[in-house]
């Protein structure tokens, strides 16, 4: 069983920034694939960035590359989204996600608002 705690999100301007952080426990957080998701209203979740455990290699949604950096922190527990650039169409609930072989587990997700 794995539990994610999410926060950092708000409002925030375009072109403005904001720095999600999810923390996780109840599991080894090195074995683990660490993800951010998102669903704006009326919209299907999607993938916004994900980064393995070991080597933090790094993948992302063509909709925020170069605008969003996922990073983790093992020693902490904790992985963020530091998402710079925002526009009015990032707006939607960000989710944590975690996968390992104990399963997939999400946060509660935290409400992003860019304004025009």
């Known amino acids: 069983q794995v539990q994610l705690v999410e926060s950092g999100g708000g409002l925030v301007q375009a072109g403005g920034s904001l720095r999600l952080s999810c923390a996780a426990s109840g599991s080894v957080f090195s074995n683990i694939v660490m993800g951010w998701y998102r669903q704006a209203p009326e919209k299907q979740r999607q993938l916004v960035a994900t980064?393995?455990?070991?080597?933090?290699?790094?993948n992302y949604a063509d909709s925020v590359k170069g605008r969003f950096t996922i990073s983790r922190d093992n020693a902490k527990n904790t992985v963020y989204l530091q998402m710079n650039s925002l526009k009015p169409e990032d707006t939607a609930v960000y989710y944590c996600?975690?996968?390992?072989?104990?399963?997939?587990?999400w946060g509660q997700g935290t409400q992003v608002t860019v304004s025009s």
């Open positions: 980064v393995t455990p070991i080597g933090g290699s790094t």
């Open positions: 996600n975690s996968r390992g072989l104990g399963g997939t587990y």
